[in-house]
């Protein structure tokens, strides 16, 4: 078996082109790993019949965690016996994904020594995610891990592994420390982490500003965004020289902007603070003349989730701002509201986002103490958060 | 008076023996029951949750996935391979 060349035309394809192929990656792998080699196989029987041939679920983990595993087996253990079981690890990454050389060497000779070697870096959540191993060498596996100062990250009805952009670390717009929080949360909240008991899963992502890198808007159910609440930082001259570098500010600044915030007269550009939104669309064009402002911190919303048992969802505005000093208070009290609420009336597998949407905002910020604002409305008469009682309308006719 | 946080665990699993094979529970659903039976003045939520970690982690229920997490009886895997 070790010499055998499966023969996998259709997945030669997936080769062709200059782009990066994980069938050529596969391929590398099998040359040592007899579970890349049968991967290789069941997957080709796949393309075959158009068929998947895993079957996924069941009771697989570690002693005493809940999350970090998905149990995953082949259906055709008959052809293909090194992928009988072909488990996979949610490892907890890093904040902001900074490793050692040192660290992903450690990680790769762990896998090597206990699954296929293959690895996902990163899943969509954000974990390092190690693909393929057998029931027997999970324990082994997590016991190497941990004593390499790594630890499993979530899956199932739990808090999943939080995630942060890169923030201060390498970004100057990051509008609070995304690292810190993220860390803070994460060390926080293991029980909620390690074993499931919510409704459904639960995402927290930190974006260090609105740029939003890690997608938290689209993708977690709490998206913590950096935003400031002063005045854009402006240097005039900066923004003459990128006139006289031949940028448009009129056609790609000025007319860009989505509220029309800005005006231009040929010499001066003049920002109406109060209308702008936060888009970063001017600064990202302008780095060297706009900066965000220098009050920061972030903004809260809650209710994101990808498409899966009902549609995409994107976040909604719960706090408009929160000091950098006191997001991570913040933060836990909110989450202990939320979490309190969905509990008590959140069905099996609804996403807290679905909630809402059931159960209707308004309830849903009387239930956990939460004060409609201006700053709530995503579309002008859209939001029926005010309500006016009969005797209000009848005394202004 | 509170329920000892051992008398909770056992009664959550002979809870998850009883509907082994007909219903899948979640932890949750050991929480409401506990609460239900003895109300909230003599059983907490954090009282519940230190219940389930000892269940699970004496290794008398493990957690399962199907669809969603729920805790069950560690029985061989049915998803497994024989």
Redesign the interface.
Same mark, same amino acid.
């Given at each position: 078996m070790a010499d055998e060349k499966i023969s996998t035309p259709l997945l030669d394809e997936l080769e062709k082109g200059p782009w990066p192929s994980f069938v050529r990656e596969i391929k590398s792998a099998a040359q040592t790993s007899p579970m890349a080699r049968d991967l290789l196989g069941q997957l080709e029987l796949s393309y075959e019949e158009k068929v998947g041939h895993w079957?996924?679920? @069941? =009771?697989?983990?570690v002693?005493? #965690?809940? +999350?970090g595993v =998905? +149990?995953r #087996? !082949?259906d055709v253990?008959e052809k293909f016996p090194n992928v009988?079981?072909f488990h996979t690890l949610r490892v907890n990454q890093p904040a902001g994904w900074f490793y050692t050389s040192q660290a992903l060497r450690t990680l790769c000779d762990i896998w090597e020594r206990h699954g296929s070697g293959l690895t996902n870096m990163h899943g969509s959540t954000g974990d390092i995610i190690f693909l393929g191993t057998k029931?027997d060498e999970l324990e082994p596996t997590f016991s190497e891990l941990t004593q390499a100062g790594f630890d499993l990250g979530g !899956? @199932? !009805?739990?808090m999943r592994t939080p995630s942060a952009c890169v923030g201060p670390a390498r970004c100057e717009w990051a509008c609070y420390d995304t690292l810190k929080l993220c860390y803070d949360i994460t060390m926080e909240y293991q029980?909620e982490l390690h074993?499931?008991?919510?409704? #459904?899963k639960f995402k927290i992502k930190c974006a260090g500003c609105p740029n939003d890198c890690v997608a938290s808007i689209a993708r977690a159910d709490l998206s913590i965004i950096g935003i400031w609440k002063d005045d854009i930082q402006q240097d005039d001259e900066a923004v003459a020289e990128y006139v006289a570098n031949g940028l448009d500010i009129q056609a790609d600044v000025v007319e860009r902007c989505p509220t029309r915030c800005m005006q231009w007269d040929g010499k001066k550009l003049t920002i109406n603070n109060r209308d702008c939104v936060r888009c970063m669309h001017c600064i990202n064009v302008m780095p060297k003349a706009l900066r965000p402002g220098k009050e920061r911190g972030a903004v809260l919303l809650l209710g994101a989730k990808a498409p899966i048992i009902q549609g995409a969802i994107l976040s909604s505005v719960l706090i408009p701002f929160v000091p950098e000093e006191e997001l991570f208070d913040t933060v836990k009290e909110l989450l202990s509201r939320v979490w309190e609420f969905w509990?008590e009336y959140g069905m099996?597998?609804e996403r807290v986002g679905e909630l809402i949407q059931r159960v209707g905002m308004a309830n849903f910020l009387d239930a956990i103490g939460l004060d409609p604002v201006p700053e709530m409305v995503s579309h002008p008469r859209d939001n029926p958060y005010v309500f006016y009682k009969v005797d209000e309308e009848q005394s202004e006719q | 008076m509170a329920i000892p946080i051992e008398q909770l665990a056992e009664e959550m699993y002979q809870m998850v023996v009883e509907y082994h094979g007909k219903k899948n529970l979640k932890a949750s659903d050991l929480t409401k029951a506990m609460i239900a039976k003895y109300g909230e003045d003599q059983v907490s939520k954090e009282d519940c949750k230190q219940a389930i970690r000892q269940l699970i982690d004496s290794g008398r229920c493990v957690y399962s996935y199907l669809g969603g997490s729920y805790i069950t009886l560690p029985k061989k895997d049915s998803a497994a391979p024989e």
């Open positions: 079957k996924h679920g @069941g =009771i697989v983990g002693r005493g #965690y809940g +999350g =998905i +149990g #087996y !082949s253990p009988a079981h029931t !899956s @199932g !009805s739990d029980d074993r499931p008991a919510f409704p #459904y509990d099996n597998r | -």
